[in-house]
């Protein structure tokens, strides 16, 4: 499955950005993880193909994970933003019957959007 993630941008501390991912293809697992320089990436975000979201903790409250049928848009509406989040955010998929967190379980990836947040 190809992926198209957009929506990044340059946004104040305290503003909303929304990302979207679309899959070139239904697919099971779709989640949003971010790279910051020199970091690790971070898992932020998963949905299945019914709809159950899960959030690492770090996010949560602050992140919400929503799935569009029938083209399969995968959505990251991100509020409250901190200069901490500035990164490049992916979007990645998997067929598997849980949902993963880890970065090495995804099989697809798409290309990655900047988020610069300002103070």
């Known amino acids: 499955v190809q992926l198209q993630a957009s929506g990044g941008g340059l946004v104040q501390a305290g503003g909303s950005l929304r990302l979207s991912c679309e899959a070139s293809?239904?697919?099971?697992?779709v989640a949003w993880f971010r790279q910051a320089p020199g970091k690790e990436r971070e898992f932020l975000a998963a949905?299945?193909?019914?709809?159950?979201?899960k959030y690492a903790a770090s996010v949560k409250g602050r992140f919400t994970i929503s799935r569009e049928y029938p083209n399969d848009t995968v959505w990251l509406q991100m509020t409250d933003l901190n200069v901490e989040d500035t990164a490049v955010y992916y979007c990645?998929?998997?067929?598997?019957?849980?949902?993963?967190?880890?970065?090495?379980?995804?099989?697809?990836w798409g290309q990655g959007t900047q988020v610069t947040v300002s103070s």
């Open positions: 949905i299945n193909w019914n709809y159950r979201p």
């Open positions: 990645a998929a998997v067929y598997a019957r849980d949902i993963p967190t880890t970065r090495t379980a995804y099989t697809s």
């Open positions: 293809e239904r697919t099971v697992n």
